[in-house]
């Protein structure tokens, strides 16, 4: 039973940064590939980046390339999103999807889901 677990939102001015987590159980990571897809309000899902278990290879949204990078840790079961230079339109709730073999940046690729983590950018 895949399972994915989101944390480390929060309330942050602009320019700040903060690291999101995303645990995950249940699945062979190398078979995976698990992405963070967020949603603003009143705004459609947005992939913004994913992360391959079988090569580690990534993808970047436009809007975070230079800013936003993900990493995994095998050993913690956990992948992360560093997201550097907030800016307000980050604001949304975050949420970290898996899927086997490769997503891309397509919300509708992926079939497992967390919770969400808000994370809230001030100006």
């Known amino acids: 039973d895949v399972q994915l677990q989101a944390s480390g939102g929060g309330f942050v001015q602009a320019g700040g940064s903060l690291r999101i987590s995303c645990a995950h159980s249940?699945?062979?990571?190398?078979?995976?590939?698990i992405a963070w897809i967020r949603q603003a309000p009143g705004k459609e899902r947005e992939g913004v980046a994913a992360i391959s278990g079988t090569d580690l290879s990534t993808r970047y949204a436009d809007s975070v390339k230079g800013r936003f990078t993900i990493t995994s840790d095998n050993s913690r079961r956990t992948v992360y999103l560093e997201m550097n230079n907030l800016k307000p339109e980050d604001t949304a709730v975050y949420y970290c999807?898996?899927?086997?073999?490769?997503?891309?940046?397509?919300?509708?690729?992926?079939?497992?889901w967390g919770q969400g983590t808000e994370v809230t950018v001030s100006s």
């Open positions: 999807a898996a899927v086997e073999g490769w997503g891309a940046l397509y919300p509708q690729a992926y079939n497992y």
């Open positions: 249940g699945l062979i990571f190398g078979r995976y590939a």
